[in-house]
């Protein structure tokens, strides 16, 4: 069993992020918000498969004024990503977005920080200092070089500005694209500040590579209790992002409320149907809210004993698909009304 980390909580929109809320999965679009359209179409797919918190990279003015319709049309919290310019990021909150990605370090002038925190304070919403291993400030990295313990300071620097405003609505990340620094860095900051922590590795790389360094590298941290909300950088679809961050927490036991999806490696005994029917169930219950397993297996030789820790089990043959509940064959159909019958199951679980 994990034990998560006490932290401070924060709320973004309607995500409670901290101590023992469930962990939340974030994803970034890939527009620019003046494509109102396609950032909406974008980010009602997330929806669907489970992202909890959307961000989106706001780089100008005009790309701030479009946030507000954006908003209109979405569920789920959105965060804005600014980077130097303050009045993007008071633009950001007028728009009505439900947190900011900024570090005030890197706006110049005292006022204007002040400005932004205090526009955030009198909205409720949170500020996520995020820390990119590779952009240090020149003085920290001359003194750390580009090591964990030059990625806390940064991270305390920016911390301790919005301290000085008396904001505490915080939390932190510290992303490199090395797994090792990362977690040495993640480790270091929980020792040393309560607030919660924003984790994942960043530049990890295509679907395939980026998705294995993010499990290798969040399962770590999250197995040690570290971690609040994760977010999977993959060079592709966000969409494989949410996917790949949901499996890590549902493989950590770190997921309630979606379903856990099991398959047979499959072997000489297998159907041809199994893979093509294993991959088309996995995506038809990524987006469904039940807290159950659901297996495909490949042959009624083993597949029933291999399966029956499973709530409902399907093994697709050639013409029909036998489909057991709690290890017990209750129907056969056929192959392609197999997915039908299995939410009409599901449904009544
Ligand atoms: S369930 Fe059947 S097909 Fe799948 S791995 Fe086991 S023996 Fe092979």
Do not use: W
Request: aromatic share 6%; charged share 25%; hydrophobic share 40%.
């Amino acid at each position: 069993m994990i034990k998560r980390r006490e932290t401070s909580e924060i709320k973004v929109g309607d995500i409670y992020i901290g101590s023992n809320h469930p962990i939340s999965i974030q994803s970034m679009t890939t527009f620019d918000p003046i494509d109102v359209e396609n950032s909406i179409k974008q980010i009602q797919d997330l929806e669907k498969v489970g992202c909890d918190i959307v961000r989106t990279a706001v780089p100008s003015l005009k790309s701030a004024s479009f946030l507000g319709e954006i908003k209109k049309s979405i569920k789920i919290p959105l965060v804005a990503d600014i980077h130097f310019d303050y009045k993007i990021a008071l633009k950001a909150i007028e728009e009505g977005v439900d947190g900011l990605r900024l570090n005030p370090g890197n706006i110049s002038d005292k006022s204007k920080i002040e400005s932004v925190v205090y526009a955030a304070k009198e909205r409720d919403i949170p500020i996520r200092v995020g820390i990119n291993g590779g952009s240090l400030e020149k003085d920290i990295e001359d003194r750390y070089g580009r090591t964990a313990l030059g990625m806390v300071e940064s991270a305390l620097r920016h911390i301790s500005i919005l301290e000085s405003f008396g904001f505490y609505n915080i939390k932190i990340s510290l992303k490199a694209s090395d797994i090792f620094r990362t977690v040495e860095a993640y480790r270091l900051i929980a020792k040393k500040v309560n607030y919660p922590l924003h984790i994942g590795i960043t530049e990890a790389g295509t679907p395939f590579q980026g998705g294995i360094s993010s499990a290798v590298g969040i399962g770590l941290l999250l197995f040690e209790g570290i971690g609040d909300t994760i977010r999977v950088s993959l060079t592709g679809d966000p969409i494989d992002e949410v996917k790949t961050a949901s499996a890590i927490l549902k493989s950590l036991g770190l997921k309630s409320g979606r379903i856990k999806f099991v398959s047979c490696p499959t072997c000489g005994r297998a159907s041809k149907e199994v893979i093509p029917f294993a991959t088309e169930l996995e995506d038809v219950l990524s987006g469904v809210k039940k807290d159950i397993t659901v297996a495909v297996m490949g042959c009624p030789v083993n597949g029933p004993g291999e399966a029956k820790e499973a709530d409902v089990a399907v093994i697709p043959t050639e013409n029909s698909g036998l489909i057991y509940k709690n290890g017990i064959l209750i129907d056969r159909v056929e192959n392609q009304l197999i997915i039908k019958r299995v939410l009409e199951i599901i449904d009544k679980l």
